[in-house]
């Protein structure tokens, strides 16, 4: 629903929308009705979720996709839910069934033509002979290293991108330590004014009373003056305040003075007292730090070549912790169902050597600014006393050829910021897009106003600092002047540009064929995959939040309310219990995510809203099919959604270990938007990190919300590694899902957050019994060895099969199927287990398959879902299977016209 020019549509709405794809592809018309409850729902929907795991997903899958070809079931499937690996094998078999040679047939079946050569599908007996590689299967087999599928000659492309990121990243935190560094000069002009307080020096002149000044009093040169004035302050204050609240009670008056706590007047002023005495404290420190490096570094100081070693030894330490950032979390958490000593300690180690990575890259920051600070000091005053003060001149601007350089250099910068947001259309057009540059881009204009005064404001501190001997150079001018170029050329540093998701992209696109032909060459934009010759394609990802929604909990339910003006209206909604809106906070409920989708008809989230795809791609060029899956496998991001990683988070962005993705907030998005300067979205913005566009230090910290003007974009495993919630959502009356993560402990977590997540957000109950699976697969490790007779149940236990109650009657059938080996594999699989005992949960860390690791997988894959589908056959003795579960997929079959 429109509400002015914001396009946003409710949950309901793309409901109806999808409804009607499914109906088309089924071969009926689009629904009648405004809702979709009724006659409008597809009868026996029936979805498919394929998990995240990388390339051993993706093999896995495959094998499933096969296995479902051959009872027929691919034409039958209505949705196709993935994550992460599942999405890169379900996303190219939608490619290929939208553009490819033969459209609407199975890409990966055993004969050219796509079709299958199985036994129709209503015969129980569907033959269990596995299929021969079709050219598409050979193709992705080529590339299942496809991080690397030319070896060392995309080795070194992709090491020198992922240090094209890092030069940036550093060039950004310049942005931010070079500033601080210039002030430090400034307010510290010689070594010995290190030892005073820098807010006492800078507000010295205000501390004088007549003829007694400041600078003359032995108190006034105390390095922590102002923070014991705060600290006295605050102290006398929660006296007061505390005498405040009590003499009310005390003297029978009531409790009129007492009133709330936490929201009172003062509560609020208290918080504000001990922020600015921390935040005093914090910044009075930095003088005496200064001045113990300078005196101890005086007499000994350090060489160059020890300082550089040092640096890189800790950057590669924490790169190398980022890099085995899977495999130490892996001994973590095989602590909490192991409590062998051995385990204990190397999860202990594990968290310490995760404490330490993190903490080295802002060590390494503040270190940086403590040595800039200390070389402009040190080089601004050789002499320890000398103090020269100045007035300012024409002469101080250019008085050396450096400085004249640095400002050549700025008016050049200044100039090309002229000529690409102002002067690109000519004549009588510029007056009008620099108008509208200003009323619709506030960031770019506000940035430039922002650097304008900090510059001025720059310049007149620097008129009272003192200057070097004859001779010197103007260190504050050269501070002044870099800063001013730092932050310049930072505005035009793109979010996206430079992490490793282009990188990632072009990867996946090239091996799974995610374009929009034959070849997979060209973009496929989601809006034009054609769901009446495919499945209705659903990439989960997480939207990244862990600040408060600033608008609010319910705010995107109330944009898309028809009576989104009328406050009193949305209040009463709310106490009548509207569901609508109640959209739960994901920081409240401690998340920190959210369910976000891509599909061929809309882009978003029920926090955010859906906004079309179409209308999407048209402000994100770069959106297609291939980005939306490399967004859903970006499994190594400095934010994990519900995934934990602490101190390691600004590590990991800035080492640029980002997959992670910025795009604009679909909550904001307007279709008027399209018609500014250059297509620029005309965004709201609600967060500082929006208007500075300082996105590395938001995602570097955590600072992510649903209500920015762009939100942080990573894997879908982050929040449901098995794309089960969204076809639960869509209240699918039959449901497999094709489980491949890496779960070694069979602790089965990502089928019991799908299970809670589904019961406290939509009221719907599963009752499975996996348990069985585990009890094999765990019975099974340290005797890969011996064989199993065919006879046993415990063949039957790769899946699991079980009710799901969407409330009012409503029932649904969910078949659970499992990376899991039970010793009927074919021969080649078995021997792969007995060479590789982690198989077939191998690290997702791995992403480098040999040609008989991904077959391992596959056939896996295809063995599992067969056995799970097809009858056993009473000739091998078989045992006949427990009555409920073969009572159920019975009925599941019947639902599939399978029966």
């Known amino acids: 629903m429109q509400h002015g020019d914001v396009e946003n549509y409710g949950f309901d709405q793309i409901l109806k929308a999808e409804y009607d794809a499914i109906k088309t592809r089924r071969g009926g018309g689009p629904g009648r009705g ?53 999405g890169h094998i379900g996303a190219s078999m939608v490619a290929a069934m939208s553009h490819g040679s033969e459209p609407g047939q199975f890409p990966f079946a055993d004969d050219p033509s796509g079709r299958s050569q199985a036994a129709p599908r209503g015969d129980r007996q569907v033959s269990s002979a596995d299929v021969r590689d079709s050219e598409p299967v050979s193709h992705i087999r080529d590339h299942s290293r496809y991080l690397i599928p030319n070896g060392m000659r995309d080795i070194l492309p992709s090491v020198a991108i992922l240090f094209r990121g890092l030069a940036v990243n550093a060039f950004l935190i310049l942005a931010l330590i070079v500033p601080l560094a210039a002030i430090t000069v400034i307010a510290n002009p010689t070594v010995a004014d290190l030892d005073r307080s820098i807010l006492v020096q800078v507000f010295a002149p205000l501390l004088t009373l007549g003829k007694v000044r400041c600078q003359d009093q032995g108190w006034c040169n105390f390095p922590f003056l102002a923070t014991v004035v705060l600290a006295v302050a605050s102290l006398l204050y929660f006296i007061a305040w505390g005498l405040w609240r009590s003499l009310p009670e005390r003297h029978g008056l009531g409790t009129g003075l007492s009133g709330k706590e936490v929201t009172s007047f003062g509560a609020k002023l208290s918080g504000v007292l001990i922020a600015l005495t921390v935040s005093s404290f914090v910044t009075e420190a930095q003088g005496p730090i200064l001045s113990f490096l300078y005196r101890n570094l005086a007499e000994e100081p350090p060489t160059r070549t020890a300082t550089s070693s040092i640096a890189v030894g800790l950057v590669a330490f924490a790169g190398a912790t980022a890099g085995l950032r899977a495999t ?15 385990v204990k300690l190397r999860a202990i180690a594990s968290k310490v050597v995760f404490m330490a990575a993190g903490l080295i890259v802002p060590f390494l920051i503040y270190a940086a600014y403590l040595a800039l600070s200390l070389w402009g000091i040190s080089q601004s005053c050789i002499f320890e006393h000398e103090i020269c003060h100045y007035p300012l001149s024409p002469g101080f601007l250019f008085s050396t050829h450096l400085v004249t350089g640095l400002w050549l250099a700025a008016g050049a910068l200044l100039l090309w910021e002229i000529w690409i947001f102002v002067l690109r259309k000519p004549g009588r057009e510029t007056l009008r897009v620099f108008v509208d540059l200003v009323a619709t881009d506030r960031n770019v ?17 620097a008129a009272v600092v003192t200057r070097t001997p004859a001779g010197g150079y103007e260190m504050v001018e050269i501070y002044l002047l870099a800063t001013a170029v730092v932050l ?6 793109s979010e996206n540009a430079n992490g490793l998701h282009r990188l990632y992209r072009e990867r996946l696109s090239a091996a799974f064929r995610l374009g929009a032909n034959a070849a997979g060459s060209d973009p496929l934009p989601l809006s034009r995959i054609d769901v009446a010759n495919a499945p209705y394609l659903l990439v989960n990802a997480t939207l990244n939040a862990r600040q408060r929604s600033a608008l609010g ?18 209040t009463m909604a709310v106490a009548a219990g509207d569901r609508k809106l109640r959209e739960p906070d994901p920081v ?29 791609e048209r402000h994100s060029s770069q959106l297609d099919l291939a980005t939306a899956i490399a967004i859903s496998g970006a499994a190594v991001s400095s934010n994990m959604g519900r995934v934990p990683i602490g101190l390691l988070r600004p590590t990991l962005a800035l080492l640029n270990l980002r997959l992670g993705y910025w795009m604009s907030n679909p909550r904001f998005m307007k279709s008027a938007s399209l018609d500014g300067p250059a297509g ?9 990190y929006d208007f500075f566009r300082a996105y590395l230090i938001a995602e570097s910290f955590g600072l992510l919300s649903d209500d920015a003007a762009k939100i942080y974009l990573t894997d879908g495993g982050h929040i449901d590694n098995i794309g089960l919630y969204q076809l639960l959502k869509r209240k699918c009356r039959v449901i497999i ?3 491949a993560e890496a779960d070694p402990a069979m602790t089965f977590g990502a089928l019991v957050d799908a299970e809670r997540f589904a019961r406290i957000d939509l009221g719907v109950r599963i009752d499975i019994k996996w348990q069985p699976i585990r009890a094999a697969a765990l019975s099974r490790k340290g005797g890969a060895q011996r064989d199993i007779p065919e006879d046993l149940p415990v063949h039957d236990r790769h899946f699991a099969i079980g009710e799901i109650d969407y409330g009012s009657g409503e029932k649904g059938l969910l078949l659970y199927v499992k990376a899991s080996v039970t010793g009927d594999e074919p021969d080649y699989v078995l021997d792969y287990e007995r060479r590789y005992p982690s198989f077939p949960h191998e690290s997702t860390g791995d992403q480098f398959f040999s040609e008989e690791q991904m077959e391992a997988y596959r056939a896996l894959g295809f063995h599992a879902m067969m056995r799970a589908l097809t009858d056993p056959d009473p000739k091998k003795h078989v045992p006949e299977r427990p009555e409920e579960v073969q009572r159920l997929l019975d009925k599941l079959k019947s639902h599939l016209g399978l029966g």
């Open 34 to 86: 405004e809702g979709v409850s009724g006659e409008d729902v597809p009868a026996s929907l029936f979805g498919v979720a394929l998990s995240g795991g990388g390339i051993r997903s993706s093999s896995f899958c495959l094998g499933v996709l096969q296995a479902l070809h051959a009872h027929g079931l691919i034409r039958r499937m209505d949705y196709l839910s993935t994550v992460s690996g599942g």
């Open 328 to 342: 130490l979390a892996g001994w973590i958490q095989k602590a909490m169902t192991n409590a062998t000593t051995a």
């Open 445 to 461: 204009f506000g940035l430039g106003v922002l650097v304008l005064f900090i510059f001025v404001a720059f310049l007149a501190a």
């Open 488 to 493: 310049m050329l930072t505005i035009n540093f």
């Open 553 to 570: 909990p319910a705010a995107g339910a109330a944009r898309r309310a028809d009576e989104a003006k009328d406050r009193e209206a949305i």
């Open 588 to 616: 409240k409920r401690g998340r920190n995510a959210e369910f976000f989708i891509f599909s061929q008809g809309f882009v978003g989230s029920d926090l955010t809203g859906y906004i079309k795809s179409e209308l999407m």
């Open 680 to 688: 620029r979205p005309a965004l709201e913005y609600t967060r500082w």
């Open 737 to 739: 899902v094709a489980d």
